[in-house]
């Protein structure tokens, strides 16, 4: 994302943008068998869970 672009964000939208990469970056994990399902479940569970994400994304 470009820096102008994310200046411009409220705090929410940041917040949903980082979860979004990391979800992203588990994705990969997961898709190149680098993770078991397991462990993307509980990873992606702990981020949501940190990060207060109430709703699929």
Same mark, same amino acid.
């Given at each position: 994302? @470009?820096?102008?672009?994310? @200046? @411009?964000? /409220?705090? @929410?939208? +940041? =917040?949903?943008?980082? #979860?979004?990469?990391? =979800?992203? /970056?588990?994705? /990969?994990?997961?898709?190149?068998? %680098?993770?078991?399902? %397991?462990? #993307?479940? =509980?990873?992606?569970?702990?981020? /949501? %869970? +940190?990060?207060?994400? +109430?709703? %699929?994304?």
């Amino acid at each position: 994302m @470009e820096q102008e672009k994310w @200046e @411009e964000l /409220t705090p @929410e939208e +940041k =917040k949903l943008e980082l #979860y979004r990469a990391q =979800k992203s /970056t588990l994705d /990969t994990f997961l898709e190149r068998h %680098a993770i078991s399902q %397991a462990q #993307y479940d =509980k990873s992606l569970g702990d981020l /949501t %869970a +940190k990060m207060g994400i +109430k709703k %699929a994304v």
